[in-house]
């Protein structure tokens, strides 16, 4: 993992830990006249505070950051917040809710859990098998995620890391100023997640996107519908925004934001067409191509998008558990590949 810092505006900085896979989020700093405000924390404390340490050496009035803006619920963009001190923390209602489903401890037992099954080898996938086979879904499900969640998340450390949750709420949109400069949160209602914020600075056309944005990678679709992720990429679209620094990967401009757009338009129609069809989430995975983004690296990330259009073409909101979609990501995993990132 590579992790930079840029310059992309008069105090305005973005931290990037590329190539951005799976818990390696970016962030942002925000100056002025002696105030900071910090776009997410990362994903356990190390990685919070040598990205802290780095805002520091560019902008020494950082050491000490007065407002956080958590982008959503996901550990990768909150975990670090137990390492800014009395910040006030600032978030959507959404993320909150998130956050508090999916605390490190929480986090931190599943890993644990995943790496005691992986060590059960030929033994532990014979159990789930024989579970699968009796209907145990969920438990059968454990087994099968079980190496893919311990490849992903087993190299963070969130042993010992306290849930710090935000303070303060809002919904739909807060501006605020830091210092001179204006700040505007604009709360996308269900995309990624529930409740996903996106950060935008006017004066300098920059926008922090949190994790609406994937640069040259297929998002994750953990909620739906992908009606408000399209409508979020239209705002970004429609504004006057020259700089785009996404949740994970490169930053990028508006042709990054347009083609992600694309992805999310083409995999709709895919998805729909199988759906029409019969085919399950598991033979549509199969059997859509996009070649067109064969270039995108977490190519397992097809199968929970696929679930949640389906959910969506069916009118239904039955989320399910996330081992069942880590198990699914695991079965499409190996013959997708992932463009290179895997293991980095
Ligand atoms: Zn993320």
Not at 167 to 194: D, I, M, Y
């Amino acid at each position: 993992m590579q992790a930079t810092l840029h310059d992309v505006a008069p105090g305005v900085f973005a931290y990037t830990q590329l190539p951005g896979g799976w818990g390696f989020s970016n962030s942002g700093l925000i100056t002025s006249d002696g105030e900071s405000l910090l776009v997410d924390t990362l994903f356990d404390r190390r990685l919070t505070e040598d990205m802290l340490a780095a805002y520091t050496r560019a902008a020494p009035g950082a050491a000490r950051i007065d407002v956080v803006v958590n982008t959503h619920g996901n550990g990768d963009h909150c975990y670090g917040n137990v390492c800014v001190g009395d910040a006030r923390i600032i978030a959507s209602e959404g993320c909150v809710a998130t956050l508090r489903d999916m605390p490190p401890r929480k986090l931190h037992a599943l890993v644990t859990l995943a790496r005691a099954l992986r060590r059960t080898g030929p033994v532990g996938r014979a159990v789930g098998r024989l579970l699968r086979t009796g209907g145990l879904r969920l438990p059968a499900a454990f087994f099968e995620a079980a190496p893919l969640v311990e490849e992903l998340f087993g190299r963070f450390d969130f042993s010992g890391l306290d849930l710090v949750l935000p303070q303060e709420t809002f919904r739909e949109q807060l501006s605020l100023t830091v210092g001179g400069k204006r700040v505007e949160l604009v709360e996308v209602e269900s995309a990624h997640t529930v409740g996903d914020t996106m950060v935008f600075v006017p004066e300098d056309g920059v926008v922090f996107t949190g994790d609406i944005l994937f640069e040259g990678a297929h998002p994750i679709m953990w909620e739906g519908p992908a009606q408000n992720w399209i409508d979020a990429f239209d705002v970004i679209l429609g504004r006057s925004c020259d700089t785009v620094v996404p949740g994970h990967g490169p930053i990028t401009d508006k042709k990054g934001v347009a083609r992600a757009r694309h992805y999310l338009v083409t995999l709709r129609d895919e998805a729909r067409k199988r759906y029409d069809a019969g085919l399950s989430p598991d033979e549509a995975c199969a059997d859509i191509a996009l070649d067109t983004f064969a270039d995108f690296s977490e190519g397992e990330r097809l199968y929970p998008n696929v679930v949640a259009l389906y959910r969506e073409f069916a009118g239904t909101r039955d989320v399910p558990h996330a081992v069942h979609l880590f198990a699914g990501m695991a079965r499409h995993h190996p013959r997708r590949g992932d463009g290179g990132r895997k293991g980095r």
